[in-house]
């Protein structure tokens, strides 16, 4: 009964998205206000139907019942309760329940906190976040339902894939999604600007809050899901430009550049256009990522042929909607009034240099993506394009970006200074270089990627600082007023400095752990002893033991440093029954310094095992970076400006007061 | 209102993408050099569909004896379609048939085999497809040729018709099988 109840509650979400896309559109279009007042009541509703529907999906895999299809694939009586929950979006029909919950999550924010929002904007916004509603649950009401009943039931499921089966994953997919979803809101806001053929600096701070809420989910989504690669596949690497990778990697960098961009339409009217073709192209990629992972077109062209309805429906909505989006943009975009002139050098141009960067490396990610498929098409050749490309291309593209990122703050609205702020810059200029010559005299040999890396991240996080330290003019000013002065600044100020931080937090963890990392492969037998790094590893043997729903192989490593007794690591070979399937499971000792790491595999039959042995300076940083960034975003998001009924608005409309309110 | 081409841009370049996104879809697989020819097979070392108790891995590859490659997932239609010339294959003890069970639920694999029959000496169950990178497949199926100190000699993208097998695969193994040293490909 409960999934019957799912299930018509989501039917019934479809008909409110479906009224919500028009009536408010047409309202807006002839100035109704009743049918505009739809909107609102409608996107609450859809939410709470949602809600009803996901709660009851996850009531099936809490009290596992078999006779509903989804849980029988992807659930087992014996699973722990955290992976029954997280079970409910471990499958495609799941997932695609928890994007629309989370899509509706968002329309019910914009008629909840939307208050102070112009009326006409609030209901277009609306209808079209309730259009991008209908396509995902047609989607999947028609080919992806995942209240399909079984009968006669099953006895017991079939279990959820033991590589899911894992806490940084479970929570991987919801953030991942409130980010990817997150960028329809930043969607809506353009949609609707282009219907009504106006953007102004209202319209973009209304627009950044949103695009930074998605931004700081999809940041950690990102972070979590490299980090569970790190620890769960057991290579030791943490990045591999997979395709399932690279297509949350691309909205995140659209998305990063339109952070960026929008705060020149707010601040300076300016990048209108532009900006609105940020917005639409980032939600485009959150789709087109969607359509990759759930289509599998990537990694194999003929997994389609399993399921053509599914394939099809997605990129025909896909078509329609990034399609059709452009199109209105193409028509609508001339009547865009031009903003603010300004000069190259300035900070508007450090953003635009800010976006060219982020926009070429999507770009180039999106290339190297889709080129095997494009070359596949054209010539019949067929490549695969792996990590040697994107390292080919990307680095070149980051540290540009990177280099710019210490001055652009520096540099003043309309009209900068880049000789003062060079001038400014010439400590952490002093610092780079002293840090680029310890790396370069650390590693002796040629490769330059690690004195440039080092120097990068000197060169950011003192610059960072440097801006930080003038915006409070520490040290010119007794401490006491820079204190005060600390304690007046906007947190969108402190968010920016915090984030800024954190880019060269994850620059120095990327650099130092692919340079200095030391890796040890072979058969051990007990008690032998090797050599990794500073480290000494005894391996002291391995043995079946027992866990909740597995059995495994666990390796038992003594780690030394100079005689002295460190750590034991623990690494683990899992053995799933249900479904079949083994997992590695990387022993870690993760410090702020560096990472040990242990692997165990089968043994050799005589009384050896395969062993992998890792010990990577300063990894870590690569996630808190991750984190900080994420931190910098929040503490940005929670300024005041951005606050519901904030003065903002008012300050807003005075500014604007010749502008009248269309419709 | 005036159209400017840097505002038709955007949608003009998707028009195009989405073309080739959908003739993606409906691509014929085909025979494709690889660079992996004439090179070692990657390192890999994979448990057994579910069901079946020979893993697979390099080592096994390596091992003296001249063997196919094959991936597949129940997933694929077109692997339907070769299989009844694998079993064949397998019947008339031609050559050694692995199977590289590629980014496939393991019950539909089990499945998979037990309705159609099951051609593979060892089998390797790859369901997050990590190894299948590695191999660089493409599209499913596609099948290897490996000599007996584990090359590739050949790898065949998309389904094996009779004539693929009669022409290419059975010549191909032969000359391998008869001359260790043979540095033919296909």
């Not at chain 1, 989501?10 to 505009?36: C, E, Y």
């Not at chain 1, 600044?489 to 954190?502: K, Q, S």
Request: include cysteine; proline fraction near 7%; charge should be positive.
């Amino acid at each position: 009964m409960i999934p019957e109840i799912g299930h018509y509650a989501l039917v019934l979400a479809l008909i409110l998205a479906l009224v919500q896309t028009f009536m408010p559109l047409v309202g807006a279009a002839r100035g109704q206000v009743s049918w505009m007042a739809v909107g609102e009541p409608a996107a609450i509703a859809q939410f709470l139907l949602c809600l009803v529907s996901f709660a009851s999906l996850t009531w099936a895999y809490l009290v596992s019942d078999f006779s509903v299809l989804n849980v029988v694939n992807n659930s087992h009586s014996l699973k722990p309760l955290i992976y029954k929950i997280s079970g409910v979006w471990g499958n495609h029909e799941g997932s695609m329940l928890l994007w629309v919950l989370i899509l509706t999550l968002f329309g019910a924010a914009v008629a909840v906190f939307g208050g102070n929002l112009p009326r006409a904007l609030r209901a277009r916004v609306l209808s079209v976040q309730a259009g991008i509603g209908v396509g995902f649950m047609l989607f999947t009401l028609l080919t992806s339902n995942p209240f399909e009943r079984l009968n006669p039931a099953p006895v017991d499921g079939q279990g959820l894939n033991p590589l899911l089966q894992d806490p940084g994953l479970a929570f991987h997919p919801p953030m991942l999604y409130l980010g990817y979803v997150g960028f329809s809101m930043a969607f809506s806001f353009a949609i609707a600007a282009l219907i009504e053929g106006r953007v102004d600096p209202a319209w973009a701070r209304w627009v950044r809050p949103w695009t930074l809420t998605a931004w700081c989910f999809l940041t950690g989504g990102i972070a979590l899901g490299s980090w569970w690669a790190y620890y769960e596949l057991g290579w030791g690497g943490w990045w591999f430009w997979d395709p399932v990778e690279n297509a949350s990697f691309m909205p995140w960098l659209a998305g990063t550049a339109l952070l960026h961009s929008a705060i020149v339409v707010e601040k300076r009217d300016a990048l209108k256009s532009w900006t609105i073709l940020l917005a639409i192209l980032t939600f485009s990629l959150s789709l087109l990522g969607t359509f990759i992972v759930r289509s599998g077109v990537l990694n194999s062209v003929h997994s389609f042929a399993s399921d053509p309805a599914r394939g099809v429906f997605i990129l025909g909505f896909l078509i329609f909607v990034v399609g059709g989006s452009l199109l209105l943009y193409a028509i609508r975009a001339p009547s865009l009034k031009l903003g603010g002139l300004f000069q190259p050098m300035s900070r508007e141009g450090a953003l635009v240099l800010n976006n060219l960067l982020l926009a070429t490396a999507c770009g180039t990610v999106l290339v190297g993506t889709l080129y095997p498929l494009l070359l596949d098409a054209v010539t019949g050749e067929k490549v695969s394009v792996g990590p040697p490309f994107f390292n080919a291309v990307f680095i070149p593209l980051m540290v540009p970006l990177i280099g710019a990122l210490a001055v652009g703050p520096l540099l003043a609205w309309k009209r900068g200074d880049l000789a003062g702020a060079l001038q400014r810059l010439k400590f952490a200029a002093a610092f780079a270089l002293l840090l680029a010559a310890i790396a370069f005299w650390l590693e002796g040999k040629a490769p330059l990627l690690a004195p440039l890396g080092m120097a990068l991240f000197g060169w950011l996080v003192l610059g960072a600082l440097i801006e930080w330290t003038e915006r409070i003019r520490l040290f010119r000013v007794p401490l006491a007023e820079s204190f005060a002065r600390a304690r007046g600044l906007p947190r969108a100020a402190w968010g920016m400095t915090v984030a800024h931080l954190g880019v060269g937090l994850v620059v120095l963890g990327i650099t130092a752990s692919e340079t200095w990392q030391t890796e040890k492969l072979g058969i051990m037998r007990p008690a032998e002893r090797v050599t990794v790094g500073p480290y000494e590893f005894v391996f002291e043997g391995a043995r079946q033991v027992a866990g909740p729903n597995y059995t495994a192989l666990r390796g038992r490593f003594r780690v030394e440093r100079g005689g002295e007794f460190v750590t034991y690591l623990h690494p683990e070979q899992r053995r799933y029954p249900v479904p079949p399937m083994e997992t590695t499971e990387a022993a870690i000792r993760p410090t702020i310094f560096s990472d040990l790491y242990a692997v165990i595999g089968e043994s050799d039959g005589k009384g050896g095992h395969a062993t992998r042995l890792y010990h990577k300076p300063l990894v870590s940083w690569i996630w808190i970076g991750s984190l900080v960034m994420m931190a910098g975003g929040f503490l940005s998001l929670s300024d005041r400006r951005y606050r519901v009924g904030a003065p903002v608005r008012r300050r807003g409309a005075a500014a604007q007061p010749a502008l009248p309110q269309k419709a | 209102m005036k159209l400017r081409p840097h505002h038709i841009a955007p949608v003009a370049i998707f028009a195009i993408v989405a073309v080739f996104l959908y003739w993606g879809l409906y691509l014929n697989p085909r025979q494709i050099p690889t660079a992996l020819k004439s090179k070692p097979v990657p390192e890999f070392e994979l448990p057994p569909v579910q069901g079946r108790s020979l893993g697979l891995s390099s080592e096994h590859l390596r091992a003296g004896e001249v063997t196919l490659v094959n991936v597949f997932a129940s997933w694929c239609v077109p692997c339907r379609i070769e299989h009844p010339l694998l079993m064949e294959l397998h019947a008339k003890e031609e050559v050694t048939i692995h199977g590289l069970n590629y980014k496939d639920p393991p019950r539909q694999a089990a499945a998979f085999l037990d309705e159609l029959g099951d051609p593979y000496s060892r089998t390797g169950a790859d369901p997050t497809g990590r190894v299948g990178i590695d191999w660089g497949v493409y599209g499913v199926p596609e099948t290897f040729v490996v000599t007996r100190d584990g090359r590739i000699a050949c790898k065949h993208i998309g389904p094996l018709t009779p004539n693929d097998v009669r022409d290419k695969i059975v010549p191909l193994v032969r000359a391998l099988k008869a001359d260790p040293k043979q540095e033919k490909t296909c």
